[in-house]
């Protein structure tokens, strides 16, 4: 069931370094300059260390400045001298220097930077956990993670040798390599004469393709990632798994060699897959039976606790499992994936309206009718003006007026969005494009960029097929491309575009795909000599996703590595889904 990488697939890097590099630093931070012997859990109630100095390690965020200004107040009020240490992860920002500034203790806090910004969830799977970066960059606008990206990739080709292919697509993609490129030439030197681990890197925008991170996820990680919420590659599965009063946290990495196995699987095969490893399992408990004195003592020395450990891995995926079919059957899932399908496939639109309009009356999810109302708009190139009022309406009246400003923002993002009445897209275009060459006009851009953000999703599925035409039934046991990871009904786009540029190994030949995609100036390829890169590394493909990347997208693009022989391995700012898209966008904190 696991996808088994041919023989000659390129090994994995070794992400260890990081974690120790990581640890190293951190320990110099606390121990040798601050003699720090015990750390509290920031939260907003007072600090009852009687300890004689203080020391926060946050992330940049102004909520966490105003929390450590309440408690040096405190103990100014109190009469109270300490030291004060306030430790940033991964930098820190001068809005928050500000902030300590403005509550009168910046004098009182020295400050330190802990660099700790690729966190391997896994084998092939580094996360920076920056979950903030989509809301901070997509919507706000806002630049400051870019300069930590680009550190990440520096500190990952001072590591892993350089990059001899590089390509990218997105306004972020462009900044974070240009400022990525700069740290390079800076540091010339440091990485000339070595041999490149990793050959190609692949920087992509989240916003080039929000269709995907929309979709309902149905392989098995996806669906947990969904159903459970999998946060810093670990979940609490509650007692309805556990089957005990107990919740308990459970690591999802290639090292839970159960979960290893069904991970990247349609979800329709893990439950024949689950029930065959158990009886296989029952079977080598069973050997016991016939055993003399010798053999049982092996057994239990050296086979027991493998199995113990496999039995116990066993029947806490089955029990995920069937807690994911309750709550999939309660909430109709086979409808909705219907829907989304043929939202997807651009059929019986008029009864996919219908469906959210039920959606929203029902009030099903205020999250869950917002993402199938931005897939309806990104799919159709924005909504017609009566049924934007009218599904905005509706959901105001059935979810409450405080979610205007998410529309805003749904809006300023491009991913719920009105047709302008008499606006054909070459006029949409030509204003646009107007309005970007004239730099006095910056801010009016601004205002227009939702303008530029229209989809134009069905003419770009149909340049890249990404609806797979099906003769008879997709068969999901052998899937025969990227599309099983939606039932056979989509490739997502995103996998799509990069298996495209690498098999050309540039843009050529993609340019109306790209202009399409509004991306005409931030698509770019830098093919730097490839002489020193062994045909190994040549197969090993490092895609970096600005914004964040679902599971979907990983298990698709493990599925393509084992099809073409490369092996991917991923760094994304956060693991992302479409309730989590959904509420960053949100101005009503659930």
Known sequence: MAFPHRPDAPELPDFSMLKRLARDQLIYLLEQQHEVDKLYKVENKPALSSSEQLCFLVRPRIKNMRYIASLVNADKLAGRTRKYKVIFSPQK????????????????????EWAFSLLPLDVDLLSMELPEFFRDYFLEGDQRWINTVAQALHLLSTLYGPFPNCYGI????????????????????????????????????????????????????????????????????????????????????????????????????????LS??????????????????????????????????????????????????????KQDFQELIKTEHALLEGFNIRESTSYIEEHIDQQVSPIESLRLMCLLSITENGLIPKDYRSLKTQYLQSYGPEHLLTFSNLRRAGLLTEQAPGDTLTAVESKVSKLVTDKAAGKITDAFSSLAKRSNFRAISKKLNLIPRV???????????????????????SCRIIEQVLERRSWQGLDEVVRLLNCSDFAFTDMTKEDKASSESLRLILVVFLGGCTFSEISALRFL??????????????VTNSARLMEAMSEVKA
């Open 471 to 493: 003769d008879g039934e997709y068969d999901l046991k052998v899937p025969r491309d990227m599309a099983y990871v939606f039932s056979g009904a989509y490739v997502p786009l």
């Open 170 to 273: 997105g306004r972020c993609a462009k900044m974070a390599y240009e400022l990525w490129r700069n740290l390079e030439e800076e540091e010339d030197g440091e990485t000339k004469g070595r041999r490149p681990e990793i050959g190609h890197i692949f920087l992509l925008d989240r916003d080039v393709d929000f269709v995907t991170a929309l979709c309902s996820q149905v392989v098995y990680e996806g669906l947990v990632d969904d159903t459970f919420r999998i946060k810093c590659g670990s979940v609490d599965f509650g007692p309805e798994v556990t089957s005990s009063d107990k919740s308990l946290k459970v690591l999802l990495n290639a090292e839970d060699k159960v979960f290893n196995e069904i991970r990247n699987e349609h979800f329709s095969n893990v439950f024949g897959f």
């Open 93 to 112: 920002f001068y809005a928050c220097e500000m902030v300590l500034e403005e509550e009168g203790i910046y004098g009182d806090v020295s400050c330190d």
């Open 561 to 574: 590595g084992r099809e073409k022989g490369y092996r991917f391995i991923f760094l994304t700012t956060a």
């Open 276 to 329: 065959q490893k158990a009886r296989n399992l029952q079977a080598q408990y069973d050997r016991r039976r016939g055993m003399d004195i010798k053999q049982m003592k092996n057994f239990v020395s050296q086979e027991l606790k493998g199995l113990k450990q496999e039995h116990r891995l066993l029947s806490l995926h089955i029990g995920a499992c069937e807690s994911i079919m309750k709550k999939k059957t």
